[in-house]
Each structure stands twice: as structure tokens, then as C-alpha cells.
């Protein structure tokens, strides 16, 4: 049986179809279209144009996930529908234009997902850096001992206070920290993790940028170790390089140029706060997740 799940977040609507096979997921197709619904939420609620754009690419994409077989498709929205006032709009014009129904999930639901979907076990955590919101969760091997969603993703932070010199970069960076130790006390009470798997955009780029990938490929980029001190060295470098200058960056896919280094602030941010030394690179989260829980359920 084929399964797809279509992921609504705050830079990108992302699809992933995949079918059960030994207790694995197995990915038969993942699909992207970059539509940035974050950036239109103006004053508390998504503009016409970003609803328009947004549902244009949930209704292809469920055609798409059809083509490829999937017998029945799930669809989630994150922090930019959360935080709209006229989301519920969204979604039944959504709904509408996809024939699919949509759940509006809670953050720390989509740090649990994204916990499941990446994590390798044992005492771990994992990131999951979105536009809108970072998600953090810990836990030992299938058990999830606490998740938090916090208001400091690459496109909320860029709008906020765009990085454009080393300064603004350590600044977003002390912002950050200051976030999560105010948000995320109860995570941070906890004994602190050893191993931690990133996930989202900023990740699968950090990864495509250290390895001089033209565009991230997970069979060369997929588990691979980042240290703090690598991560910091591309937030400071990449700070006070002009937009022209960033594109030009082997791994950088260029309509990501002006919010990765706010990504990198929250990442750096993120490391100093929870002690991590390094972290491992996925490109599997919160749909690989879903998709797991259900077959899980299913099977």
C-alpha cells in the first residue's frame, strides 16, 4: 500500500509518498513547491496572494501523489495556518481544491512527528528548524520525554531583523538564545543529549554548502556531522556577504539566500543552549513521521 502526506509549512508545501515494507518506509517520491506562505502573513493574516499561490501547490501535489499510486493521502498544516487569523479559510479552500481534509497540528505535535521521522534512538534529540517555528524534542529510543514549539523560524527571524552583517548576525544569535532559554526551560532541565539529528531547509542546505553539492542530494549529504564550530563559521561568513554574492555559493539554492543565515543564527543558537559539540544532518522529518505513525498504526 502507498500512503502520501502532503506538509503545509511557512516556506515550502512539501509532498512525500512512501509504502510499507519489513517495518521500513520506504520513499517512492518527495516533491517541493517553495511558496513562502510566512511571509504572507501580514498583520495576523495570510493575504490573498499567498493563500491563492499556496493552494495552487496543495491541489498539484495531491495530483501528483495520486499519479504515483497513493491510496490515500494526509495533509498537515504548520505555524503560518497556526498563526493565522483566516487559516480556517485556508484550509477549506485547501480542502476544496485538493479533495483531501487538512489538520492544523499543535508545534510540539510537529516536534513529536519530526522525532519520529529522524531520530536513530537511544537518549537523543532533534531540531527541526521551520519558516515560521524551531521545534526541539528529546527522548530515549521510541519514548518522547518532551517536545517544545518556539516563534523564531528562518522566515519569521529574517523578517524580524534580516541578517545583513556580522553584527545582526550575533545578534539574532543572542535573540535566539534568549528564546529558548526562556521557552524552553523544561528541555533544557533535562540531561542534556549527546546526540541530536537536525532537520528542515537549513539543515539539507548546511549540509549541501559543507560538501559543495549543487543541490542537496540525501545518498551524499544524508547523516553527515556538523560541528558547532563549522556551523558558526558559515553564519559569520555568509552575515555580511551581499544577496548577489550569496547565490553564488556552491549548495545555496538561491531563493533560500536571504533567510539561511537567520536559519544558521537559530541553528548556532540552538547548539550553544543545549551543549551540543555537533549534530547529524537528515532530510527525513515530520512527514517521514506521519507517514511511520500511520503504517505503524495500520500494520
Known amino acids: 500500500m502507498r500512503l502520501a502526506c502532503i506538509g503545509i509549512g511557512s516556506n515550502a508545501i512539501r509532498l512525500l509518498v ?14 517541493r513547491r517553495g511558496t513562502r506562505l510566512f511571509a504572507g502573513l501580514v498583520d495576523g493574516a495570510l493575504t490573498a496572494q499567498s493563500i491563492r499561490s499556496s493552494v495552487e501547490a496543495v491541489a498539484e501535489l ?71 517555528s524551531t521545534e526541539f524534542t528529546v527522548g530515549e529510543d521510541a519514548n518522547v520525554l518532551g517536545a517544545v514549539s518556539l516563534q523564531m523560524g528562518a522566515v519569521r527571524m529574517n523578517a524580524q531583523m534580516p541578517v545583513v552583517s556580522r553584527e545582526s548576525y550575533e545578534a539574532t544569535v543572542e535573540r535566539c538564545m534568549n528564546l529558548i532559554r526562556r521557552d524552553a526551560q523544561a528541555l533544557l532541565a ?41 556551523v558558526a563559521a558559515w553564519g559569520r561568513k555568509i552575515s555580511h556577504m551581499a544577496m548577489a554574492e550569496r547565490r553564488q555559493i556552491v ?25 551540543m559539540t555537533e549534530l547529524r544532518l537528515s532530510a527525513h522529518g515530520n512527514m517521514d513521521g506521519f507517514l511511520k505513525k500511520k503504517f505503524t498504526e495500520m500494520y
Not at 512512501?18 to 516533491?31: F, K, M, P, S
Not at 504515483?68 to 498537515?76: D, L, S
Not at 540531561?191 to 551524499?220: K, S
Open 18 to 31: 512512501a509504502q510499507w515494507n519489513e517495518g521500513r518506509l520506504c520513499i517512492v517520491r518527495r516533491e
Open 62 to 132: 495531491a495530483d501528483v501523489a495520486r499519479a504515483c499510486g497513493a491510496q490515500e493521502i494526509f495533509v498537515f498544516a504548520t505555524s503560518a495556518v497556526r498563526d493565522a487569523s483566516n487559516g480556517e479559510e485556508f484550509t477549506a479552500r485547501a480542502e476544496k481544491a485538493s479533495a483531501t481534509k487538512i489538520e492544523i497540528i499543535t508545534g510540539e505535535q510537529e516536534g513529536v512527528l519530526s522525532y519520529i521521522g529522524a531520530s536513530e534512538g537511544g537518549a537523543s534529540g532533534v531540531i527541526d528548524i521551520g519558516g515560521g
Open 190 to 230: 533535562l540531561p542534556r543529549r549527546r546526540d541530536w539529528t537536525g532537520v528542515g531547509g537549513t539543515m539539507t542546505t548546511l549540509g549541501a554548502m559543507q560538501r559543495r553539492v549543487p543541490l542537496f542530494e540525501p545518498d551524499i549529504c544524508e547523516g553527515m556531522t556538523m560541528t558547532r564550530s563549522e
Open 251 to 275: 549548495g545555496l539554492m538561491p531563493h533560500r539566500a536571504d533567510i539561511i543565515p537567520s536559519g544558521i543564527a537559530i541553528l548556532e543558537a540552538a547548539m550553544r543552549c543545549f551543549g
